[in-house]
């Protein structure tokens, strides 16, 4: 049986994230996820068209929402696997449904083209909340036939996934670990990445490079001292600038990083045993190749270990521990 | 001896206090914002990836807009270094919707031509124009329009990434147009309009 939702593709992956969708499409049917695209969508405005108009920043947004309610036939889950489109789509809902004199202005606005959105009637989430909260850890463990033993992965979040999270999906805005449990659900190695929610640098790789490669280096940096063989993204900006841009950020720090960037959706497909050139990969501008040579067909023993070492007392909260040094 | 005596006339009702620029902030933001209730404590600008580049970090920005300090505010770079990553916003003991606080700051300085010239604005009023003309975003005519203009001399070593971009099919020359334009259209001015008159 298969659940069919609203999709909300967005710009970005009708191209540069090409290999976001395809991915995303090549899963899709053993997630049991039917994907119903949102006719004649526009674009979501990113960070940019609400820093010119608000009103009509809210508008633009709203029109989607509109036609998706209108295309909704019993789903009520509209989901973007953007995390810039996720995050306009959710707040200008949860703002129409907070601010009564916003929905109304909207929904005026809206009248102007013959449509209306009723504020809450939809539930807007990003495609990784679908995966780990609806279809399960369980479930996508079952779909495995390539389980990715032996890659080590750097679970990246990014920023708007997770924040400000306006209808409480998240365990954690800073520290969440849905992906983590995802990806061992797949059979990957997860590294300890604690920048896993910082800033990719946004679009400050076009308005103010040097900030955005500091940025990039932080996230690069962390992952190979990490041991981490790829970092998987979930957002297009993350992959663009952590993938595209390692390459302007090595020109200038004068550094060597090679660090892959896949999308959680491409990892999920090796997993499922999909042809990786299905799934996009080969379009990334650091090769992934070279770490996904690091899949092995036995789960490696030692990380079985490293992770039953990690436990916590029983009796209380972590505490830092003195040891007496013996003489 | 003629009694001097008060000035007499019609009662008149105080005149309404034209409100404060914070109170503006506050009412051209989404919600109930909180503005008002920032104690300074600082952990918004502790928390900012691009606070360094600020010409004043969000704490001493939200004391400046409380003192009035309507031109210096809307001139300082620090809203649109602001890149909506959401630290700030989360950390905010006051929980104050600091990165919705900085769209409303950007749009403001937009709308009173006080950074039109500047380069992250150009960038977003660039976006929108694509929006507004196609109702879809565009990659290449985005870069190339912008850095055209800004970094004409970073062309030539953009071009190696504008080519991989080509080759690996993440790139396309001509922008894609939504079927209902016109209605976009539509309602786009029709929500301008409505924010002009408020």
């Known amino acids: ?327 | 001896m003629s009694e001097v005596t008060a000035p007499t006339g019609p009662a008149v009702a105080p005149l309404p206090a034209s409100p404060t620029f914070l109170e503006e902030v506050m009412a051209a933001t989404p919600g109930h914002c909180r503005l008002n209730t920032c104690i300074q404590c600082g952990s918004c600008g502790g928390s900012c990836p691009a606070g360094p580049e600020m010409d004043h970090t969000p704490r001493q920005l939200f004391a400046m807009i409380r003192a009035g300090m309507v031109d210096e505010v809307l001139r300082s770079n620090t809203s649109w270094f602001c890149i909506s990553c959401y630290f700030c916003t989360v950390r905010c003991p006051q929980q104050i919707h600091i990165t919705d606080v900085m769209y409303t700051l950007k749009s403001m300085a937009i709308a009173r031509g006080l950074y039109r010239e500047h380069t992250p604005s150009h960038f977003s009023l660039t976006f929108v124009d694509y929006v507004e003309q196609y109702g879809r975003s565009f990659e290449l005519g985005l870069a190339t329009r912008f850095n055209l203009r800004h970094y004409p001399l970073s062309l030539p070593s953009l071009a190696p990434m504008g080519l991989g971009m080509l080759k690996r099919g993440r790139l396309e020359f001509t922008p894609r147009r939504i079927e209902s334009m016109e209605q976009l259209s539509r309602i786009l001015e029709r929500a301008k309009a409505l924010e002009a008159s408020a």
């Open chain 1, 1 to 327: 049986m298969s659940t069919r939702l609203l999709f909300y593709p967005g710009c970005s992956l009708q191209r540069n994230a090409r290999s976001y969708l395809d991915s995303v499409m090549a899963v899709r049917g053993l997630l049991g996820l039917e994907l119903d695209e949102v006719e004649d969508w526009n674009c979501c405005g990113a960070t940019e068209y609400v820093s010119v108009h608000r009103t009509a920043a809210h508008a633009l947004v709203a029109r989607n929402l509109a036609l998706a309610s209108l295309q909704a036939a019993g789903a009520d889950t509209l989901t973007a696997p953007c995390a810039a489109c996720y995050l306009n789509l959710a707040k200008t809902d949860q703002q129409m449904r907070d601010d009564p004199r916003l929905a109304a202005t909207v929904n005026e606005a809206l009248a102007a083209g013959g449509l209306s959105y009723q504020p809450g009637s939809l539930k807007v989430r990003h495609l990784l909340d679908v995966v780990c909260h609806d279809v399960g850890y369980e479930a996508v463990q079952a779909k495995v036939v390539r389980p990715l033993y032996g890659l080590k992965v750097a679970p990246y979040y990014g920023c708007q996934v997770v924040r400000p999270d306006p209808d409480g999906r998240w365990d954690d805005p800073e520290h969440p670990t849905a992906l983590d449990r995802l990806l061992r659900a797949l059979g990957a190695e997860v590294v300890d990445y604690p920048l896993k929610t910082a800033c990719c640098g946004g679009h400050m790789t076009v308005i103010g490079p040097e900030v955005a490669y500091g940025l990039i280096r932080r996230l690069v940096q962390g992952a190979t001292s990490a041991g981490a063989h790829v970092i998987t993204a979930l957002c297009p900006m993350c992959q663009l600038n952590l993938d595209a841009y390692q390459l302007e950020m090595n020109r200038h720090f004068r550094a060597d990083y090679q660090v892959p960037v896949l999308y959680f959706t491409q990892l999920m497909g090796l997993a499922f045993g999909i042809a990786p050139a299905a799934l996009g990969i080969g379009k990334e501008f650091v090769d992934a190749a070279p770490a996904l040579a690091h899949i092995r067909d036995e789960a490696p023993e030692g990380a079985k270990q490293r992770r039953a070492r990690r436990h916590r007392a029983e009796d209380g909260l972590p505490m830092p521990r003195m040891h007496a040094v013996e003489p």
